[in-house]
């Protein structure tokens, strides 16, 4: 079977010499890697004139984990905690989104991927968890703490795909995940299009089908960092097999 081509959304980094670099975590990329697809990486600041040309030979976008969405792109509460907005990194991931759902080709947000997948869709984010939703849990287990320190429980919807994709036993097993944390915002209001089928102990929405949809999936957590995990390992294989039929029907 062909390896599909997944497009992987990346982030700018200013070093100490005023020079910008392109950057996204291996994990990823391998991650796609091992589970049979071909990874492209997608870099942030490209013209608009070009993303419809490139998105026409991938089979599956990745949106990748990093920092803040502008919170004016989802009429958010201003916070000292948010760091790290791109504006161009928005504008281009907010697309991918959309364009994704338009075509139903494969999509996975993981972590910021599915903070852009609410907001592009028409939902809104915590523009930091801790600070505006009483009662939260601590999600921001970074940067001090092992990327795959399993943090808390996410307790799954029986009904969702997620639990099939993660290659869960229906008639046991499949109610919770542990997962690993490392955000400080997360989903506030659902985006009306949007199904929520993973909550944290707290109420916090964790995972996000796109009901009609081939495969249109965001967890709030990171199963890149998780490859001993058997059901982030059937996750990825998931999405790839998603991408291969596009790809089959595309040809």
């Known amino acids: 079977m062909n390896a599909p081509l997944i497009g992987i959304t990346t982030a700018r980094l200013l070093t ?64 000292p905690a948010v760091y790290g907005i791109d504006a161009a990194r928005d504008e281009i991931e907010i697309a991918l989104v959309q364009k994704c759902v338009a075509s139903e080709r494969p999509l996975l947000g993981i972590c910021r991927g599915i ?9 809104t984010l915590y523009t930091d968890i801790a600070g505006l939703k009483p009662g939260a849990i601590k999600h921001d287990w970074f940067p001090d703490w092992p990327r795959d320190y399993l943090s808390h429980e996410v307790a799954l919807e029986k009904d969702s795909r997620l639990v099939d994709y993660m290659g869960l036993d229906r008639a046991n097993g499949w109610k919770s995940i542990q997962v690993n944390s490392m955000h400080h915002q997360g989903l506030r209001d659902l985006a009306p299009r949007l199904k929520a089928v993973g909550h944290a102990p707290d109420g916090l929405i964790e995972a996000v089908e796109l009901p009609g949809h081939p495969f249109g999936l965001g967890v709030q957590w990171h199963p890149e960092c998780l490859p001993e995990a058997l059901p982030m390992q059937s996750l990825f294989h998931s999405f790839i097999d998603a991408a291969r039929a596009f790809a089959g029907q595309h040809a």
Do not use: C
């Open 115 to 123: 903070q852009v997948i609410n907001v592009a869709l028409g939902g």
């Open 16 to 79: 100490d010499r005023d020079k910008v670099l392109i950057k996204m975590n291996e994990a990823y990329v391998q991650s796609v890697v091992d589970a049979g697809g071909i990874p492209v990486l997608i870099p942030t600041g490209i013209p608009p004139s070009t993303w419809d040309g490139i998105l026409s030979h991938l089979s599956g976008v990745l949106i990748t984990g990093g920092g803040d969405i502008d919170p004016a792109l989802f009429h958010g509460e201003a916070h």
